[in-house]
């Protein structure tokens, strides 16, 4: 019973520190702030999935084809 009121209480907490911090500051530098942070982490995540090195094919299950004009044919 008393962890339900603890948690109804700190609800009204959080939202009431949040409250007081957007009576503060404007809400449009917050928010252009945070899609900037957004986009940079979206940017390193991007990175960091073409970075990963491709995963291991067996060469004897693919079939390579004389018309098949693919770059890593070429770079052999």
Known sequence: MIDRYLLILLTVLLFGTAGAFFLLVPILPTLV????LV???AMFWLGLHIARPP???DEEDTESRADDWTLSE???
């Not at 702030?33 to 900037?36: E, G």
């Open 33 to 36: 702030v945070s899609v900037m």
């Open 39 to 41: 986009g940079l982490l």
């Open 55 to 57: 995963a291991i094919v």
């Open 74 to 76: 070429h770079a052999r």
